[in-house]
T-cell receptor
Framework: DQQVKQNSPSLSVQEGRISILNCDYT??????FLWYKKYPAEGPTFLIS?????DKNEDGRFTVFLNKSAKHLSLHIVPSQPGDSAVYFC???????????FGEGTQLTVNP | DTEVTQTPKHLVMGMTNKKSLKCEQH?????MYWYKQKAKKPPELMFV???????INESVPSRFSPECPNSSLLNLHLHALQPEDSALYLC???????????FGSGTQLSVL
């Protein structure tokens, strides 16, 4: 049972445009969400997070939006840069828990 | 020092071999984790240590044996592995159990 789903295995955008990566979850107990970025041959790197008490969190070019009623979150990258090309993992957990459940990842390619 | 260091980066072993993966962090984190990641799949939690005590074992086969000799070190001892155990093994740490994870670059393991 895949509790965190990233339905787009890949996304390609032009440099300077917006990248939107989507994530859906099924477990209503999840109340804390994170995005990780992974380059080849490296471990995932934390990017941005959001608690369920908020619907938006922004950090520079990266903004995460949370729609609790739809059990959906998205990561917006504006403007996209070639260095953003990586696999992006959505992850979710209960605030009180230690288990992080990952989605299957979306390969983002930003073309110059 | 904000790094989680894993050695070796690559490991090839036969099914009768015994080997160990090592992970080290000097951020003062008190929780450490082992994850397994197959190609094009999300990381899957294997073990969690909190204050050097095993907190979570996700029903991992006994051919994988974790060890946390001190708060900075985490080992994963491997014995009699199967070819299907070939994967990227990721170590992570967090300040406290359940907080943001910092990942190492992983050990790419091939079992022949």
């Amino acid at each position: 049972d895949q509790q965190v789903k990233q339905n787009s295995p890949s996304l390609s955008v032009q440099e300077g445009r917006i990248s939107i990566l989507n994530c859906d979850y099924t477990n209503s107990m999840f109340d804390y969400f994170l995005w990780y970025k992974k380059y080849p041959a490296e471990g995932p790197t934390f990017l941005i997070s959001i608690s369920s008490i908020k619907d938006k969190n922004e950090d520079g070019r990266f903004t995460v939006f949370l729609n609790k009623s739809a059990k959906h979150l998205s990561l917006h990258i504006v403007p996209s840069q070639p260095g953003d090309s990586a696999v992006y993992f959505c992850a979710a957990k209960k605030t009180s828990g230690s288990r992080l459940t990952f989605g299957e990842g979306t390969q983002l390619t930003v073309n110059p | 020092d904000t790094e989680v260091t894993q050695t070796p980066k690559h490991l090839v072993m036969g099914m009768t071999n015994k080997k160990s993966l090592k992970c080290e962090q000097h951020m003062g984190h008190r929780a450490m984790y082992w994850y397994k990641q197959k190609a094009k799949k999300p990381p899957e939690l294997m073990f969690v240590y909190s204050y050097e005590k095993l907190s979570i074992n996700e029903s991992v086969p006994s051919r994988f044996s974790p060890e946390c000799p001190n708060s900075s070190l985490l080992n994963l001892h491997l014995h009699a592995l199967q070819p299907e155990d070939s994967a990227l093994y990721l170590c992570a740490s967090s300040r406290l159990l359940g907080e943001k994870l910092f990942f190492g670059s992983g050990t790419q393991l091939s079992v022949l």
